[in-house]
């Protein structure tokens, strides 16, 4: 049934690498909306109440063009970029938020990492999908980093997250004063956080073993999550460029892994699940 269930979810028509190709557009773009909004050009934070999806996904953004400028543009390649939108829409669709929209995109960066940003913009670089060898391996990355979306990790790192707290809406005003300045800098604390040092390793277990669940739930094995760990493990000790990559933001690999194992045992039939190794290697690598 599960199985059913992946090829079903990645069947359905999507416009997945058009909506793409014209989100990175907009940010690229001085003259636009969102780049108007990330630059801080047409903000304003207001009201009391907790902050709502949209604000949610400015900040998102805000980061998302940091993440551009430092790891590269999404690789040129459409059918790859439509696949890994199909696969990771698939694993949200079994997350534990799976209301919202989610982009996901391969970057051309040598660096081995994936992040996301709050909103639900997901990237995982070329480098790391180059060392995958199935679905299921890249839908258990992609789940990973849905886990830290649907959790607002990110959100809950900065040291001005209570700022956050009293955010309600951004609009169409300039940002004024010391709540243009909290923001900002707010902001630069979560690029710092994302981009340098990484989220808190309970963060990490939890996308962890959110991971395992929205991957199991699809369909896929769930033990590919502690797979891809064990490839990077193998490559952290020969690794010569560790700024910003999987092994400069994530804790120790082997205490990763040693939790996952001990997870598995909930998924008793997880070698039963799909890995997928013919649709991957058709479709998930990077030319």
């Known amino acids: 049934m ?20 014209g989100f ?3 940010l690229a773009n001085p003259e636009s909306k969102e780049w108007k ?13 907790e902050i709502d999806y949209p604000t949610e996904r400015n900040i998102g953004e805000s980061l998302a063009l940091e993440g551009l400028q430092r790891f590269g543009n999404p690789v040129a390649n459409e059918q790859l970029q439509k696949y890994v939108n199909l696969v990771g829409s698939a694993v949200a669709a079994n997350s534990t938020r799976a209301t919202i929209p989610y982009q996901f995109a391969v970057l051309d960066s040598q660096v081995q990492n994936a992040f996301a940003v709050p909103g639900g913009v997901i990237f995982v670089s070329r480098a790391l999908v180059d060392i995958l060898e199935s679905e299921a391996e890249l839908a258990a990355v992609l789940a990973h980093e849905i886990g830290h979306v649907s959790a607002k990790h990110a959100l809950k790192s900065t040291r001005r997250a209570q700022f956050f707290q009293g955010v309600g809406t951004i609009t169409a005003a300039n940002l004024k004063g010391d709540t243009g300045k909290q923001f900002a800098s707010a902001i630069n604390d979560m690029q710092g956080v994302l981009f340098d040092k990484g989220l808190d390793k309970e963060m990490e ?19 590919a999550m502690i797979r891809v760990l064990e490839k990077l493990q193998k490559l952290e000790a020969t690794s010569r460029e560790k700024k910003g990559s999987w092994f400069s933001t994530h804790p120790p690999l082997d205490e990763r892994i040693a939790r996952l194992q001990t997870q598995l045992r909930h998924y008793p039939d997880f070698a039963a699940q799909a890995s997928v190794k013919e649709r991957f290697a058709k479709y998930g690598r990077v030319k």
């Open 2 to 21: 599960k199985t059913v269930l992946i090829l079903v979810c990645l069947i359905l028509p999507l416009s997945a690498s058009t909506a793409l190709a």
């Open 24 to 26: 990175f557009e907009s």
């Open 37 to 49: 909004i990330i630059t801080g050009a047409t903000q304003v934070l207001s009201s009391t109440q």
């Open 205 to 223: 277990f939890e996308a962890d073993l959110a991971a395992m669940e929205a991957a199991y739930r699809t369909g896929y094995d769930p033990s």
